[in-house]
């Protein structure tokens, strides 16, 4: 279940990271240089601070989900621009893919609970932070946008419905679906977190 969650996160941030760069009539090669950084940014710094190999390095089933997420943007790249906010929708469904799998994966590996709550985080933001930075944006981690905040709460929840011994099943597209929810609420209604002011006397 895990590994079909991470694969639909995989190709959907690659999708996300390529539309992006289509946005700015970047050529195919930096859309596709973008989508794959997008799309392993997260797992891979996740799988490193677990002392682990990247999965894509030895799996080459996400080399090919990350091919057919760029192709998917770059063929449908007119219909999905047409759509308004389809890029929100696809960072959204892959902040939450990719939070949940890197929350369970660190609890695997005997993170604990508070470890893997950031990780989860880590996972879900850094392909996002990756792409806005190539893209010469301020990534939306740094803005009062409610986006690392989602993802922490949808980790959260993973957490405590693991202890309740719900299912991974179930708990793992409950959970991710918080994050998704979360976010999408957020950009409906412009709900923000606080900033601190700087006054200058």
Known sequence: MMYTIDLLGTMVFAI????????QRINIIGAGFTGFVTAIGGGSLRDLFLNLRPVWVDDSNYIFIIL????????????????ARTLTFFDALGIGFFCIVGVQKSLQYESTAVAAVILGMFSAVMGGVTRDTLLNELPLIFRKEIYATACLAGALMFVVLQNLNVPNSINAWVSAMVVVFLRLLAVRYQLTLPSIDEKIK
């Open 16 to 23: 996300s990271g390529s539309m992006a760069a289509n946005r």
């Open 68 to 83: 057919l997420g760029v192709a998917l943007s770059m063929v449908g790249n007119k219909f999905l621009n047409n759509l």
